[in-house]
């Protein structure tokens, strides 16, 4: 469920956004929002009421929060009502660094402290997206306990992982990403190895989901945009990422040789991956209409791609329209592309080069949702009357 958080502070109220949401982005856009895209979020002029705001929802449920003492929350539209106000206690809020919202609490992360960080990181040529976390989290951390980066100990930090892995239900995956982004901050930049005896938490061993091949034809014919079909189908017929798919080329297309070059996949590294026939037939026809020179999905702007979230919307609404209850993602069409290739008894080895995995074991996840090894046993069930 979409939630909006409209935060009031003296003489401004910011509303973060995260991730990109067409209504809500034109529904403060159109209210004098101005939008700051280095802290991805709308400030507007408390002259506004708050208030109204939240009457004059979109369909999606907004949270107000007043920064006086104690806090005041109020909750609109959940359960198409509004809910009464509420107050946290204040020491109840301090028992635990839980963190908040950036415009509650300031910043105690110094900007020097951050350009330090995205250079050592640069020189390293990390990714953009990794570079953003890394700083996300060490300011968050530091907001949250409400200290510099000089005054965070070893105990700070195993506080701040448990308050997030406890308020913020945050997956092992997320967990070890913070660790990361601290141990590199303190270790590589900061000297001081604060956290070299903190234990990574085990990884959560959940199996993919994986749609059937009726389930992906039904979502196919529900797209009757063209270049939304094809999209779908590229990742499907091809086991590519969202990232991957929206940044494909003409140029990365060699219909000759029936491949796609993605480049700088994840890793930054670069691979070739399958085409299909279907995909080829239909290319000719999309290129002239749609007058491709450069990226094959552009966005908004021609000279820009598709973005990835664009994507992610596109396949929520093909299952939404295919009355699939699977809770499945865009994602999902990568992981039917090798457990339907590991089925139909292609080797787990041309799977992992196909899919870009650095390690087997990354692929063999994909064995344990593959139907070929099940497909002869029969359910006890089924044999219940059988004469013994």
Known sequence: MEIAYIFCEPGIIRVPLFGYDKRLYRFFLARGGKWDKAHNEFILDENRSAEQLCGDSPGVPFVL?????PVSVRVFGFLGRPWEQTALDNQQRTKYPVPVQPSVLPDQFPKHWEIKLENELRSRKYSRS????YIYYNRLLCRSLQKPPERIQSDDIKQFLAAIEKDRDYSAASLNLAISAMKF???RVLQKDIIREQRRPHHDRRLPIVLSKDEIRKMLMTRKNFKHRLLLMMVYASG???SEVVRLKRQDIDIARKLIMVKSGKGRKDRYVIMSETVIKVLADYYSRYNITDWLFSGAAPNKHLAARSAQHIFEDALKESKIVKDASIHSLRHSFATHLLESGTDIRYIQELLGHSSIRTTERYTHVARRKF??????LDTIDDEE
Request: aromatic share 10%; charged share 15%.
């Open 375 to 380: 497909l002869a046993i029969t359910s006890p």
């Open 240 to 242: 590519l990422r969202v």
């Open 185 to 187: 901050f303190y270790k």
């Open 130 to 133: 990794t570079i953003l976390a």
């Open 65 to 69: 929060i007043k920064g006086q003492s």
